[in-house]
């Protein structure tokens, strides 16, 4: 594990389901409010957990894609 502080993965879309899991980054409000603090390991940890509830979250909601029209209107 690396010893350098990775950046916040924060992408600027807040807001928190209903266990306080930010749905644009996947921190929990404690793992936000206390970004700063963390030393780079335990950084790197958090970022591993949000990998996590994110593969959980697309499984649970799939991302929407938008579909493609197979023919022109006439």
């Known amino acids: 594990m690396t010893t350098d502080a990775p950046p916040s993965p924060c992408i600027r879309v807040c807001c928190l ?8 980054c996947f921190r929990t409000l404690e793992e936000i409010t206390g970004w700063r603090d963390k ?8 970022l ?27």
């Open 17 to 24: 389901d209903d266990q306080d899991v930010c749905l644009g």
């Open 39 to 46: 030393d780079a390991g335990t950084q790197h940890a958090i």
């Open 48 to 74: 591993a957990r949000c990998d996590e509830r994110r593969r959980e979250h697309d499984a649970r909601f799939p991302p929407f894609k938008a579909s493609t029209p197979t023919s022109k209107p006439r």
